[in-house]
């Protein structure tokens, strides 16, 4: 099943990234009043935590979760947009988070993270940009910690019901358990844990 998910990518994972041109809207006030990060992260991150945000963007969730992992903790924040990362650079410094936050630029085709490991990993509206799924879902299998979770949030409307069930069957082939779906405001959610 794995090798089926792997070369039959469905179209709407082929769409262009979200150019960093146009990551002002990522971050908007309206936005954290539809999909307010301490909400919708609260009780899955803890201080001392190692968390993940995977397609990081401008940073709208990765600076809240600097925040919530405490000194003690850390947040590596992956893009493959090197704008997106200097957006989130700057305006970690601002709120001094900065010390909290590890960039890291993948590439293409791979997270690039060998060796990492974390307690939580976010892949927040993005995993319909990912052409190979699967590869994606394992290697942030390989990520987690034994009992870590992945909160996968994949926005209504762009994509489609049965599209996220074949996501999630992609998430599951790679070693994910599905659990809670948590409710959150125009998007389909699940959160994964890695056994």
């Known amino acids: 099943m794995a090798s089926d998910l792997m070369t039959e990518t469905p179209a709407r994972a082929r769409e262009a990234v979200c150019p960093a041109?146009?990551?002002?809207?990522?971050?908007?006030?309206?936005?954290?009043?539809?999909?307010?990060?301490?909400?919708?992260?609260?009780?899955?991150?803890?201080?001392?935590?190692?968390?993940?945000?995977?397609?990081c963007g401008?940073?709208?969730?990765?600076?809240?979760?600097?925040?919530?992992?405490?000194?003690?903790?850390?947040v590596i924040a992956v893009d493959l947009q090197q704008a997106m990362l200097d957006k989130l650079s700057r305006s970690a410094e601002r709120k001094g988070l900065a010390s909290r936050i590890r960039l890291h630029r993948c590439a293409a085709g791979t997270l690039g993270l060998d060796g990492e490991r974390a307690d939580f990993a976010l892949a927040f509206w993005m995993v319909h940009e990912v052409?190979?799924?699967?590869?994606?879902f394992r290697e942030t299998h390989e990520l987690l910690r034994s009992g870590a979770r992945l909160l996968l949030v994949e926005p209504k409307g762009h994509v489609v019901k049965a599209a996220f069930a074949q996501t999630v069957a992609a998430a599951e082939?790679?070693?994910?358990?599905?659990?809670?779906?948590?409710?959150?405001?125009?998007?389909?959610?699940?959160?994964l844990e890695r056994g």
Do not use: N
């Open 58 to 74: 401008p940073g709208f969730f990765t600076l809240p979760l600097a925040e919530m992992v405490g000194d003690e903790g850390a």
């Open 21 to 55: 041109e146009s990551a002002g809207w990522l971050s908007t006030p309206l936005r954290r009043l539809i999909t307010p990060p301490g909400r919708i992260l609260g009780d899955l991150v803890r201080p001392g935590d190692t968390a993940v945000d995977l397609g």
């Open 131 to 136: 052409p190979d799924q699967w590869r994606f």
């Open 173 to 191: 082939a790679a070693g994910f358990r599905p659990g809670d779906r948590p409710r959150i405001t125009f998007s389909h959610s699940v959160l």
